[in-house]
Protein backbone atom coordinates (compact mmCIF):
# COMPACT_ATOMS: atom_id res chain seq x y z
CA UNK A 1 0.00 0.00 0.00
CA UNK A 2 1.40 3.32 -0.58
CA UNK A 3 2.65 5.28 2.27
CA UNK A 4 0.39 8.40 2.24
CA UNK A 5 -2.69 6.30 1.84
CA UNK A 6 -1.42 3.62 4.78
CA UNK A 7 -0.64 6.77 6.69
CA UNK A 8 -4.37 8.80 6.27
CA UNK A 9 -5.90 5.46 7.10
CA UNK A 10 -4.37 5.03 10.11
CA UNK A 11 -4.69 8.64 11.47
CA UNK A 12 -8.27 8.66 10.59
CA UNK A 13 -8.80 5.04 12.56
CA UNK A 14 -6.77 6.31 15.78
CA UNK A 15 -8.62 9.72 15.93
CA UNK A 16 -12.01 7.52 15.48
CA UNK A 17 -10.77 5.18 18.14
CA UNK A 18 -9.90 8.21 20.32
CA UNK A 19 -13.31 10.12 19.62
CA UNK A 20 -16.17 6.91 20.01
CA UNK A 21 -13.72 4.74 22.27
CA UNK A 22 -10.73 5.83 24.50
CA UNK A 23 -12.50 9.04 24.80
CA UNK A 24 -15.73 7.36 26.74
CA UNK A 25 -14.37 4.90 28.92
CA UNK A 26 -14.98 6.22 32.43
CA UNK A 27 -12.07 5.44 33.97
CA UNK A 28 -11.63 7.77 37.15
CA UNK A 29 -8.75 8.92 38.96
CA UNK A 30 -8.22 11.41 36.49
CA UNK A 31 -6.77 9.50 33.74
CA UNK A 32 -7.82 10.15 29.96
CA UNK A 33 -5.66 7.62 28.03
CA UNK A 34 -4.83 9.27 24.75
CA UNK A 35 -3.87 6.99 21.79
CA UNK A 36 -3.61 9.48 18.94
CA UNK A 37 -0.23 10.54 19.67
CA UNK A 38 0.56 6.94 18.27
CA UNK A 39 -0.41 8.71 14.71
CA UNK A 40 2.29 10.88 15.33
CA UNK A 41 4.85 8.50 16.32
CA UNK A 42 4.14 6.45 13.65
CA UNK A 43 4.29 8.91 10.49
CA UNK A 44 7.50 7.89 8.38
CA UNK A 45 11.20 9.01 9.06
CA UNK A 46 11.66 11.65 6.75
CA UNK A 47 8.00 13.82 7.18
CA UNK A 48 9.11 17.07 6.75
CA UNK A 49 9.01 18.97 10.22
CA UNK A 50 6.82 21.52 9.05
CA UNK A 51 4.32 18.87 7.85
CA UNK A 52 4.65 17.14 11.05
CA UNK A 53 3.54 19.54 12.62
CA UNK A 54 0.91 20.71 10.23
CA UNK A 55 -0.68 17.00 10.34
CA UNK A 56 -0.56 16.72 13.97
CA UNK A 57 -2.53 19.66 14.53
CA UNK A 58 -5.25 18.89 12.45
CA UNK A 59 -5.08 15.20 14.02
CA UNK A 60 -5.07 17.37 17.28
CA UNK A 61 -7.93 19.74 16.01
CA UNK A 62 -10.19 16.65 15.09
CA UNK A 63 -10.04 15.19 18.43
CA UNK A 64 -10.84 18.34 20.37
CA UNK A 65 -14.10 17.99 17.77
CA UNK A 66 -15.01 15.07 19.50
CA UNK A 67 -13.69 15.87 23.26
CA UNK A 68 -15.66 18.96 23.61
CA UNK A 69 -11.77 20.55 24.47
CA UNK A 70 -11.54 23.57 22.07
CA UNK A 71 -7.97 23.31 20.69
CA UNK A 72 -6.43 21.74 24.09
CA UNK A 73 -5.17 18.41 22.08
CA UNK A 74 -3.95 20.54 19.04
CA UNK A 75 -1.94 22.33 21.79
CA UNK A 76 -0.52 19.11 22.65
CA UNK A 77 -0.35 17.28 19.12
CA UNK A 78 2.10 20.22 18.00
CA UNK A 79 4.17 20.10 20.93
CA UNK A 80 4.33 16.72 20.48
CA UNK A 81 5.42 16.85 16.59
CA UNK A 82 7.89 19.94 17.35
CA UNK A 83 10.02 17.51 20.08
CA UNK A 84 9.71 14.58 17.71
CA UNK A 85 12.99 14.65 15.34
CA UNK A 86 15.02 15.73 18.94
CA UNK A 87 13.60 12.55 20.57
CA UNK A 88 13.86 10.29 17.85
CA UNK A 89 17.43 11.44 17.02
CA UNK A 90 18.34 11.26 20.72
CA UNK A 91 17.33 7.38 20.52
CA UNK A 92 18.42 6.48 17.10
CA UNK A 93 20.82 3.42 16.69
CA UNK A 94 24.39 3.28 16.83
CA UNK A 95 24.11 3.35 12.41
CA UNK A 96 21.17 5.43 12.17
CA UNK A 97 17.38 4.88 10.68
CA UNK A 98 16.64 3.23 7.24
CA UNK A 99 14.63 5.97 6.62
CA UNK A 100 12.50 3.03 4.18
CA UNK A 101 11.33 1.46 7.22
CA UNK A 102 8.56 2.86 9.79
CA UNK A 103 9.02 3.82 12.99
CA UNK A 104 7.13 0.76 14.85
CA UNK A 105 8.03 -1.31 17.30
CA UNK A 106 8.87 -5.18 15.03
CA UNK A 107 11.30 -2.72 13.12
CA UNK A 108 13.47 -1.34 15.62
CA UNK A 109 12.69 -3.47 18.97
CA UNK A 110 10.30 -3.09 21.57
CA UNK A 111 13.11 -0.97 24.03
CA UNK A 112 13.81 1.18 21.27
CA UNK A 113 9.67 2.01 20.91
CA UNK A 114 8.92 1.93 24.81
CA UNK A 115 11.60 4.80 25.11
CA UNK A 116 10.28 7.07 22.05
CA UNK A 117 6.65 6.83 23.35
CA UNK A 118 7.11 6.97 26.86
CA UNK A 119 9.07 10.42 26.31
CA UNK A 120 6.48 11.38 24.00
CA UNK A 121 3.37 10.39 26.33
CA UNK A 122 4.52 12.11 29.22
CA UNK A 123 5.74 15.65 27.42
CA UNK A 124 1.97 15.05 25.45
CA UNK A 125 -0.21 14.30 29.01
CA UNK A 126 2.24 17.03 31.19
CA UNK A 127 1.46 19.68 28.84
CA UNK A 128 -2.14 18.60 28.61
CA UNK A 129 -2.74 18.53 32.19
CA UNK A 130 -0.51 21.46 33.01
CA UNK A 131 -2.84 23.40 30.40
CA UNK A 132 -6.19 21.68 31.55
CA UNK A 133 -5.59 22.71 35.43
CA UNK A 134 -3.96 25.43 34.93
CA UNK A 135 -3.07 26.69 38.60
CA UNK A 136 -0.26 25.81 41.04
CA UNK A 137 -1.93 24.81 43.42
CA UNK A 138 -3.34 21.71 41.45
CA UNK A 139 0.54 20.35 40.50
CA UNK A 140 -0.91 16.95 43.18
CA UNK A 141 -3.35 16.08 40.18
CA UNK A 142 -1.31 17.22 37.36
CA UNK A 143 1.06 14.79 38.19
CA UNK A 144 -1.27 12.21 39.59
CA UNK A 145 -3.22 12.63 36.07
CA UNK A 146 0.03 12.75 34.12
CA UNK A 147 1.43 9.77 35.82
CA UNK A 148 -1.57 7.28 35.42
CA UNK A 149 -3.08 8.37 32.14
CA UNK A 150 0.92 8.07 30.54
CA UNK A 151 1.37 4.36 32.13
CA UNK A 152 -2.35 3.25 30.98
CA UNK A 153 -1.51 4.83 26.94
CA UNK A 154 2.06 3.39 26.92
CA UNK A 155 -0.03 -0.31 27.68
CA UNK A 156 -2.51 0.50 25.21
CA UNK A 157 0.29 1.98 22.53
CA UNK A 158 2.33 -1.35 23.08
CA UNK A 159 -0.83 -3.76 22.89
CA UNK A 160 -1.95 -1.98 19.56
CA UNK A 161 1.98 -2.87 18.51
CA UNK A 162 1.43 -6.22 19.44
CA UNK A 163 -1.62 -6.69 17.86
CA UNK A 164 -1.79 -4.73 14.43
CA UNK A 165 1.90 -3.80 13.56
CA UNK A 166 3.44 -7.53 13.16
CA UNK A 167 6.40 -7.98 11.19
CA UNK A 168 5.84 -8.76 8.01
CA UNK A 169 6.34 -12.39 7.11
CA UNK A 170 9.85 -12.74 5.25
CA UNK A 171 9.57 -15.09 1.73
CA UNK B 1 16.25 41.37 3.06
CA UNK B 2 18.10 38.39 2.60
CA UNK B 3 19.40 37.94 6.22
CA UNK B 4 16.13 38.55 7.02
CA UNK B 5 15.03 35.44 4.49
CA UNK B 6 17.84 33.29 5.92
CA UNK B 7 16.45 33.94 9.48
CA UNK B 8 12.91 32.80 8.44
CA UNK B 9 14.42 30.00 6.46
CA UNK B 10 16.89 28.68 9.84
CA UNK B 11 14.15 29.08 11.96
CA UNK B 12 10.38 28.15 9.83
CA UNK B 13 9.91 25.10 11.90
CA UNK B 14 9.84 27.16 15.13
CA UNK B 15 7.79 29.46 13.54
CA UNK B 16 5.28 27.34 12.35
CA UNK B 17 5.49 25.68 16.02
CA UNK B 18 4.85 29.06 17.13
CA UNK B 19 2.08 30.28 15.03
CA UNK B 20 0.33 26.67 14.99
CA UNK B 21 -0.02 26.92 19.03
CA UNK B 22 -1.18 30.46 19.38
CA UNK B 23 -3.93 28.99 17.00
CA UNK B 24 -4.89 26.37 19.47
CA UNK B 25 -3.99 28.05 22.46
CA UNK B 26 -6.25 31.27 21.40
CA UNK B 27 -9.15 28.91 20.97
CA UNK B 28 -9.03 26.89 23.97
CA UNK B 29 -8.78 29.99 25.99
CA UNK B 30 -11.79 31.41 23.97
CA UNK B 31 -9.69 34.18 22.57
CA UNK B 32 -10.94 33.49 19.49
CA UNK B 33 -14.49 32.39 19.89
CA UNK B 34 -15.99 32.05 16.34
CA UNK B 35 -14.14 28.84 16.06
CA UNK B 36 -14.85 27.54 19.39
CA UNK B 37 -18.48 27.82 19.17
CA UNK B 38 -18.78 27.82 15.14
CA UNK B 39 -17.33 24.27 14.42
CA UNK B 40 -14.94 23.30 17.06
CA UNK B 41 -17.24 21.20 18.99
CA UNK B 42 -19.90 18.19 19.13
CA UNK B 43 -22.53 20.34 18.14
CA UNK B 44 -21.45 19.70 14.05
CA UNK B 45 -23.44 17.67 12.27
CA UNK B 46 -20.89 15.00 10.83
CA UNK B 47 -19.77 14.44 14.63
CA UNK B 48 -22.95 14.80 16.23
CA UNK B 49 -23.90 11.93 13.78
CA UNK B 50 -20.96 9.74 14.42
CA UNK B 51 -22.41 10.06 18.20
CA UNK B 52 -25.48 9.21 17.36
CA UNK B 53 -24.65 6.22 15.65
CA UNK B 54 -22.63 5.00 19.06
CA UNK B 55 -25.17 5.75 21.22
CA UNK B 56 -27.75 3.76 19.33
CA UNK B 57 -25.54 0.74 19.54
CA UNK B 58 -25.00 1.38 23.40
CA UNK B 59 -28.46 2.21 24.64
CA UNK B 60 -29.45 -0.92 25.14
CA UNK B 61 -27.06 -1.52 28.20
CA UNK B 62 -29.06 0.84 30.21
CA UNK B 63 -32.77 0.30 28.71
CA UNK B 64 -33.62 -1.65 32.24
CA UNK B 65 -32.41 0.86 34.54
CA UNK B 66 -34.03 3.51 32.80
CA UNK B 67 -37.56 1.99 32.48
CA UNK B 68 -37.45 1.37 36.28
CA UNK B 69 -36.77 5.03 36.58
CA UNK B 70 -39.68 6.28 34.35
CA UNK B 71 -42.40 3.85 36.22
CA UNK B 72 -41.23 5.67 39.44
CA UNK B 73 -41.94 9.15 37.69
CA UNK B 74 -44.83 8.04 36.06
CA UNK B 75 -46.54 6.86 39.81
CA UNK B 76 -45.13 9.60 40.98
CA UNK B 77 -47.15 12.09 38.66
CA UNK B 78 -50.30 9.45 38.32
CA UNK B 79 -50.69 10.06 41.98
CA UNK B 80 -51.34 13.88 41.58
CA UNK B 81 -54.03 13.22 39.21
CA UNK B 82 -57.38 14.73 40.36
CA UNK B 83 -59.04 11.44 40.07
CA UNK B 84 -56.97 10.25 42.84
CA UNK B 85 -58.35 12.41 45.62
CA UNK B 86 -61.69 12.96 46.66
CA UNK B 87 -62.87 15.82 47.67
CA UNK B 88 -64.06 16.82 50.96
CA UNK B 89 -67.03 19.69 50.20
CA UNK B 90 -67.41 19.97 46.54
CA UNK B 91 -67.96 24.07 47.43
CA UNK B 92 -64.54 24.57 48.79
CA UNK B 93 -62.28 22.63 46.72
CA UNK B 94 -62.46 24.34 43.73
CA UNK B 95 -58.81 25.08 42.29
CA UNK B 96 -59.07 27.78 40.02
CA UNK B 97 -56.19 27.00 37.77
CA UNK B 98 -56.18 30.29 35.64
CA UNK B 99 -54.30 31.86 38.54
CA UNK B 100 -51.21 29.73 37.34
CA UNK B 101 -49.64 30.68 34.00
CA UNK B 102 -47.39 28.17 32.15
CA UNK B 103 -43.52 29.82 32.14
CA UNK B 104 -41.82 27.06 31.86
CA UNK B 105 -41.59 24.40 28.69
CA UNK B 106 -39.92 21.22 28.82
CA UNK B 107 -38.25 19.50 25.39
CA UNK B 108 -36.73 16.44 26.24
CA UNK B 109 -33.47 14.96 24.67
CA UNK B 110 -30.68 12.32 24.98
CA UNK B 111 -27.22 12.57 26.38
CA UNK B 112 -24.74 11.43 23.05
CA UNK B 113 -21.60 12.19 24.18
CA UNK B 114 -19.94 13.27 27.48
CA UNK B 115 -17.65 13.64 29.94
CA UNK B 116 -17.36 13.90 33.98
CA UNK B 117 -13.66 13.85 34.64
CA UNK B 118 -12.49 16.95 32.97
CA UNK B 119 -11.81 20.05 34.84
CA UNK B 120 -14.47 21.86 32.23
CA UNK B 121 -16.87 19.01 31.14
CA UNK B 122 -19.45 19.33 28.38
CA UNK B 123 -21.98 17.08 27.21
CA UNK B 124 -23.75 16.83 23.50
CA UNK B 125 -27.95 16.03 23.15
CA UNK B 126 -29.50 15.24 20.67
CA UNK B 127 -31.66 17.80 19.98
CA UNK B 128 -31.15 21.56 18.78
CA UNK B 129 -32.80 24.93 17.04
CA UNK B 130 -34.89 22.54 15.50
CA UNK B 131 -36.62 21.77 18.70
CA UNK B 132 -36.59 25.19 19.75
CA UNK B 133 -33.59 24.95 21.73
CA UNK B 134 -31.77 28.21 21.97
CA UNK B 135 -28.26 29.19 23.90
CA UNK B 136 -28.67 29.36 27.43
CA UNK B 137 -31.51 27.46 28.47
CA UNK B 138 -31.43 25.55 31.58
CA UNK B 139 -31.06 21.34 31.46
CA UNK B 140 -32.40 19.01 33.89
CA UNK B 141 -33.06 15.69 34.47
CA UNK B 142 -35.36 13.18 36.47
CA UNK B 143 -32.91 14.05 39.66
CA UNK B 144 -31.87 17.60 39.42
CA UNK B 145 -29.93 20.29 37.45
CA UNK B 146 -27.12 19.50 35.10
CA UNK B 147 -26.11 22.63 33.17
CA UNK B 148 -26.73 25.42 30.66
CA UNK B 149 -27.10 25.20 26.89
CA UNK B 150 -23.64 26.56 25.02
CA UNK B 151 -24.01 26.09 21.94
CA UNK B 152 -26.60 24.96 19.38
CA UNK B 153 -26.90 23.45 15.65
CA UNK B 154 -29.63 22.27 13.48
CA UNK B 155 -29.81 19.11 15.03
CA UNK B 156 -27.45 19.13 18.06
CA UNK B 157 -26.52 20.78 21.45
CA UNK B 158 -23.30 20.98 23.33
CA UNK B 159 -24.37 21.92 27.16
CA UNK B 160 -22.34 23.21 29.58
CA UNK B 161 -22.21 20.86 32.84
CA UNK B 162 -22.90 21.64 36.04
CA UNK B 163 -19.04 20.20 36.57
CA UNK B 164 -18.15 23.27 35.16
CA UNK B 165 -15.59 25.88 36.83
CA UNK B 166 -17.21 29.32 35.53
CA UNK B 167 -21.23 27.27 36.21
CA UNK B 168 -22.24 30.06 38.45
CA UNK B 169 -26.09 29.08 38.99
CA UNK B 170 -27.37 31.16 41.56
CA UNK B 171 -28.90 28.24 44.63
CA UNK B 172 -30.75 28.37 47.87
CA UNK B 173 -30.47 25.96 50.64
CA UNK B 174 -34.16 24.82 51.95
CA UNK B 175 -35.05 26.17 55.51
CA UNK B 176 -32.71 28.71 55.66
CA UNK B 177 -33.21 30.50 52.55
CA UNK B 178 -29.92 32.44 52.04
CA UNK B 179 -28.51 32.01 48.64
CA UNK B 180 -25.36 31.45 47.23
CA UNK B 181 -23.52 30.46 44.07
CA UNK B 182 -22.87 26.87 42.99
CA UNK B 183 -19.17 26.56 41.31
CA UNK B 184 -16.83 23.55 40.91
CA UNK B 185 -13.39 22.89 41.86
CA UNK B 186 -12.90 20.11 39.43
CA UNK B 187 -11.36 17.06 42.08
CA UNK B 188 -15.04 14.79 42.54
CA UNK B 189 -17.29 14.98 39.62
CA UNK B 190 -20.09 14.34 42.30
CA UNK B 191 -19.09 17.45 44.89
CA UNK B 192 -20.14 20.70 43.70
CA UNK B 193 -19.19 24.00 46.15
CA UNK B 194 -21.87 26.62 47.19
CA UNK B 195 -20.21 29.89 47.72
CA UNK B 196 -21.14 33.20 49.58
CA UNK B 197 -22.80 32.04 52.02
CA UNK B 198 -22.25 33.62 55.33
CA UNK B 199 -20.82 31.97 58.03
CA UNK B 200 -23.20 33.42 61.00
CA UNK B 201 -25.94 31.48 59.40
CA UNK B 202 -26.38 27.75 61.01
CA UNK B 203 -26.06 25.22 58.30
CA UNK B 204 -27.85 21.93 58.94
CA UNK B 205 -25.56 18.88 57.09
CA UNK B 206 -28.18 16.99 54.60
CA UNK B 207 -30.28 19.76 54.30
CA UNK B 208 -31.13 20.48 50.30
CA UNK B 209 -29.95 23.03 48.18
CA UNK B 210 -32.20 24.23 45.13
CA UNK B 211 -32.07 26.56 42.19
CA UNK B 212 -33.36 29.98 43.09
CA UNK B 213 -34.47 30.85 39.67
CA UNK B 214 -32.63 34.10 39.10
CA UNK B 215 -31.67 34.85 35.89
CA UNK B 216 -34.59 32.98 34.10
CA UNK B 217 -32.51 29.57 33.75
CA UNK B 218 -34.37 27.70 35.62
CA UNK B 219 -37.37 27.35 37.93
CA UNK B 220 -37.28 28.05 41.17
CA UNK B 221 -37.05 24.94 43.70
CA UNK B 222 -35.37 22.38 41.06
CA UNK B 223 -32.89 20.37 43.26
CA UNK B 224 -29.33 20.17 43.11
CA UNK B 225 -27.89 18.42 46.18
CA UNK B 226 -27.82 17.84 49.55
CA UNK B 227 -25.58 19.67 51.68
CA UNK B 228 -22.34 16.76 52.87
CA UNK B 229 -19.75 19.33 54.70
CA UNK B 230 -19.40 22.82 55.88
CA UNK B 231 -16.01 23.84 57.02
CA UNK B 232 -15.58 27.62 57.61
CA UNK B 233 -12.59 28.96 55.31
CA UNK B 234 -9.38 30.90 56.64
CA UNK B 235 -9.41 34.66 56.54
CA UNK B 236 -13.06 34.93 55.09
CA UNK B 237 -16.16 35.20 56.97
CA UNK B 238 -17.93 32.60 54.80
CA UNK B 239 -18.79 28.95 54.81
CA UNK B 240 -17.39 26.31 52.94
CA UNK B 241 -19.96 24.18 51.50
CA UNK B 242 -19.93 20.88 49.84
CA UNK B 243 -23.04 19.74 47.71
CA UNK B 244 -23.19 15.95 46.02
CA UNK B 245 -25.27 16.34 43.27
CA UNK B 246 -28.87 14.80 43.40
CA UNK B 247 -27.76 14.01 39.59
CA UNK B 248 -24.79 11.81 39.27
CA UNK B 249 -23.01 13.08 36.35
CA UNK B 250 -21.57 9.87 35.48
CA UNK B 251 -24.52 7.95 34.62
CA UNK B 252 -26.47 10.63 32.82
CA UNK B 253 -28.29 9.69 29.64
CA UNK B 254 -31.95 11.54 29.23
CA UNK B 255 -32.46 15.23 30.06
CA UNK B 256 -35.10 17.61 29.57
CA UNK B 257 -33.81 21.26 28.45
CA UNK B 258 -36.12 24.16 30.18
CA UNK B 259 -37.42 26.96 28.02
CA UNK B 260 -38.43 30.25 30.15
CA UNK B 261 -41.49 31.54 27.97
CA UNK B 262 -41.47 34.93 29.82
CA UNK B 263 -37.15 35.12 29.25
CA UNK B 264 -37.75 38.31 27.42
CA UNK B 265 -39.69 39.91 29.73
CA UNK B 266 -36.83 39.14 32.74
CA UNK B 267 -34.11 40.36 30.62
CA UNK B 268 -35.57 43.49 29.68
CA UNK B 269 -36.73 44.56 32.64
CA UNK B 270 -33.48 43.64 34.68
CA UNK B 271 -31.87 45.53 31.96
CA UNK B 272 -33.25 48.94 33.46
CA UNK B 273 -31.67 48.28 37.29
CA UNK B 274 -28.87 49.70 36.24
CA UNK B 275 -30.52 53.09 34.94
CA UNK B 276 -32.53 53.22 38.00
CA UNK B 277 -29.78 53.41 40.38
Redesign the interface.
Known amino acids: MNVIVKNILRILVLIFAQGLIFGQLPFGFGIHPMIYPLAIILLPFDTRPVWLLIIAFFIGLSVDVFMNTFGLHASSAVLIAFIRPAIFRRFAPRDDYDLLKEPTASEWGYAWFIKVSATMILIHHLWFFILEYFKFSAWKDIITSTILSSLISLIIFILLQVFFFKKPKSI | MRKLIAFFRRF ?3 L ?2 LI ?2 V ?6 T ?1 VMSFP ?1 TK ?4 A ?1 AF ?1 GQ ?2 TW ?1 RNIIKYIYLDEENEKLQLKNIELENQLPHNYISIDQKTAIINDTIRLLSFERTNATVI ?1 S ?5 NN ?3 INSGTDRGIQRKMGVVSDNGVVGIVYDVSKHFA ?1 VKSILTEDINISAYIEGINSFGIIKYN ?2 DPQIVNLTGISNDIDIKIGSEVKTRGSGGYFPQGISIGKIVSVEPIEGEPRWEIRVKLSQDM ?1 SLRYVYVIKHIHQLELEELEKNIEQLQ
Open positions: RVFVFLQIALATYSRFLNTNVLLENSHTFRYFTVGER
